[in-house]
Nanobody, 128 residues
Framework: QVQLVESGGDSVQAGGSLRLSCAASGYTVNINCVAWFRQVPGKEREGVAS????????RYTDSVKGRFTISHDSAKNTVYLQMNSLKSEDTAMYYC?????????????????????WGQGTQVTVSS
């Protein structure tokens, strides 16, 4: 059993920063690809960023490049999403998700291959 727990969501002004955390516990030995997704009610879930936790490979969706940074602390089994220069369009529920990736370059924040483990989400609200 794998548990992913997000934290760090909050309400901030546009231009502000937040750091989200995704703490993994349980049988995580096969989880080496962790991604952040976000979803606004009525819209499709969007992949934001991903990291291969056994190396340095990361990927970002275009809208957050240069503003968001994903990182991981293997000792703490935690993945972070540092979000700077926040915009109102970043408002969403943010979820972390984990799966196994055969190669680092296959760790993308996309719907396929599917992520089998998900957290409950943390709300980020950016007001302009």
């Amino acid at each position: 059993q794998v548990q992913l727990v997000e934290s760090g969501g909050d309400s901030v002004q546009a231009g502000g920063s937040l750091r989200l955390s995704c703490a993994a516990s349980g049988y995580t030995v096969n989880i080496n690809c962790v991604a952040w997704f976000r979803q606004v009610p009525g819209k499709e879930r969007e992949g934001v960023a991903s990291t291969y936790t056994r190396g340095t490979f990361t990927r970002y969706t275009d809208s957050v490049k240069g503003r968001f940074t994903i990182s991981h602390d293997s000792a703490k089994n935690t993945v972070y999403l540092q979000m700077n220069s926040l915009k109102s369009e970043d408002t969403a529920m943010y979820y972390c998700a984990g799966r196994y990736a055969a190669r680092d370059y296959t760790c993308e924040p996309t719907a396929a291959p599917p992520f089998g483990h998900w957290g409950q989400g943390t709300q980020v609200t950016v007001s302009s």
